[in-house]
């Protein structure tokens, strides 16, 4: 930045934009359930679910040969931008890198996108079809030998095995624990195409929450005693990770939440990008711009999009 003397010129806020979305790193739960962004120069892209590759077996008559199974998911980018106004004489006169603060500020907003994207696929998953032709959040699932499988479960609560019972928008804490953990029970339920389990080895979990239910959640997730003294088992799980993170997108949702195992390969979402990733562009100096309305334009954009990936690595728990 230049001294407290110095006039901001267009070169200085570029380069401070660019800086800016350099330390980006995205948003914790988006890293966790998407990974990163794949990246493409097409427009749009066919990714290819191959299904498992073959369980090791006894050596009988010779070595027994299995094709993969192929089912796609095309996903198509879009364009997206966003553009700030900055009057000339607020580049004369910033004194205290207000400018500064605001071009950080549409560096983050570049970011928290990826959120907004994401939290649109959960927020429809119950009604938005992935790879396999069914919803996202659904409750007949089913590929090869893999049996029905339901990633969309209801708990009633007032039949759980605890002492104190709140409602299904105000559930007590131990009513939380219980529906946390019938969540991540039913990860371990879960078969591939060849009827093997899927989720054997799942150790790490995200609890994605509106923000009405984010202090029960953290409460059941971390107290040692629940309620009228319960024991938790929860913090007890020394091998596990369970997170509690909440979503002022998902507000509408007040009986329920989503669960997200965090350590498999690969991603319950996908997000999908341009190989250049975002474009930083102006018009600054010298332009009519400046000249008639003494403003210049600092702006970004980019191809992106979001989709569903592998939904055995995401379960929608609904407290009834």
Known sequence: MPSLDEKLSSRDVLADLFLALE?????????????????????????????????????????????????????????????????????????????????????????????????????????????????????????????????????????????????????????????????????????????EPINENARKFLVKVPPSLWPTAVAATTLPLVDRGESNIIPAMSDFSISVQPNARLSSWTTKFALFRTDSQVPALIRLEDDDGLNVGAIAEGSELEFRERKHEYGIDGWRTAGYGYWQYACLVTMA
């Open 23 to 195: 330390q980006q790193t995205g948003d914790g739960w988006v890293q966790a359930v998407s990974g990163a962004p794949l990246r493409s120069m097409k427009e749009e892209e066919i990714f290819r679910w191959l299904g498992q590759v073959p369980q090791m077996r006894q050596w009988v008559g010779g070595r027994l040969a299995k094709g993969l199974s192929d089912q796609s998911y095309t996903l198509r980018k879009v364009l997206y931008e966003a553009t700030l106004e900055i009057l000339v004489d607020e580049l004369r006169r910033d004194r205290y890198n207000m400018v500064q603060r605001r071009i950080n500020e549409l560096a983050q907003r570049s970011d928290s996108h990826w959120a907004s994207l994401l939290s649109t696929l959960i927020l429809n998953g119950a009604s938005t079809t992935c790879y396999d032709g069914q919803y996202f959040f659904d409750t007949d699932h089913a590929e090869g030998s893999s049996g029905t499988l339901s990633n969309s479960i209801s708990v009633t609560l007032s039949g759980l095995p605890v002492t104190n019972h709140g409602s299904t928008t105000a559930p007590s804490v131990a009513e939380m624990r219980e529906c946390i953990m019938r969540g991540i029970q039913q990860f371990y339920t879960f078969k591939d195409d060849q009827g």
